[in-house]
């Protein structure tokens, strides 16, 4: 955050105008005198993270505005090419409602739909997920994994959703301080990252961690943070359901109030085998959980976890379980 990846992006567009430096797209510097910005613009499309439809008009006329005012197009050209583009982002059936009645998701989609309809050679994402609810970020992250699959569009994306810029993309770059600080394939920059920065964020990505403190915390938050890095990890949806139950039977019903101050919980997800490992650490004397489960977490417990195996460092009693 703050490193400059939107304003990189809104660069590219001239948006913002750069001090110094060149441009260069298909072989033109955009930053050279006489270039005409707006026919560049026709051909970069931008997708922006508050979706920025105009509120007054139907889904459909926020399809259709620029075709007719940019492009010349008849109204009837730009109605068809605007239903056809929201049927192929699933929203045919919401083309005559208003922005203020659809979901962030949906939003989201019609701004798309809308980008599309100039019929770019590149687009630009700019965090297209960030305003959305966890819930509704699927839908949008699998419009644009089908914009590069089907339509073979050059897409450049900022993003946090780390799985889907490492499923989708050809070329990842990551930024720190304002400048490329490591750039490469996917399997260079999320497998095999060769600087320091680099390995300690994508490090970071892989495991979530939680503090249950005796003099103040929020359960609630901590099952919301769960179901967030589910989601930004693509962990199944029932997976992430398991977590939970095993945070809330096992953590908070069962070892915490025999604790004498702290606990804490790690969580580790892995998407080559899908399995996910949590590991609670705690001070002081070995608690024997086993006797401490009544028949209803025991049932819960078997249902939600595969192994659990205990071990005691020089600090911490350790209790590393494996979730369905």
Known sequence: SGTGKSTFLRCLNKLETPTSGEIIVNGENILDKGVKINKVRQKMGMVFQSFNLF??????????MAQIDLLNKSKEEAYNKALELLEMVGLKDKAFSLPEELSGGQKQRAAIARTLS???????????????????????LTVIKNLANDKGLTMIIVTHEMNFARNVSNRVFFMDEGIIYEEGSPFDIFDNPSKDKTRQFINKLKVCEFEFDKT?????????????????????????????????????????????????????????????????????????????????????????????????????????????
């Open 55 to 64: 509120s007054h008009k139907t889904i459909i006329e926020n399809v259709m």
């Open 216 to 324: 103040s915390f929020d359960f609630a938050k901590i099952l919301n943070e769960i179901r967030s890095f589910g989601k930004k990890n693509m962990v199944p949806t029932s997976k992430i359901y398991n977590i939970q139950l095993v945070a809330e039977e096992l953590c908070l019903n069962v070892l915490f109030p025999y604790t004498d101050s702290m606990l804490k919980m790690s969580l580790e997800y892995s998407q080559e085998n899908q399995s996910s490992i949590i590991k609670i650490r705690y001070k002081g004397k070995r608690i024997d959980f086993e006797k401490k489960v009544d028949d209803l977490q025991k049932k819960l417990l078997e249902f939600a976890v595969a192994s659990i195996k205990e071990e005691i460092d020089q600090e911490y009693n350790i209790i590393s379980i494996e979730v369905k």
């Open 118 to 140: 100039m019929g770019p050679d590149i687009i630009l994402f700019d965090e297209p997920t960030s305003a959305l609810d966890p819930t509704m970020v699927g839908e949008v």
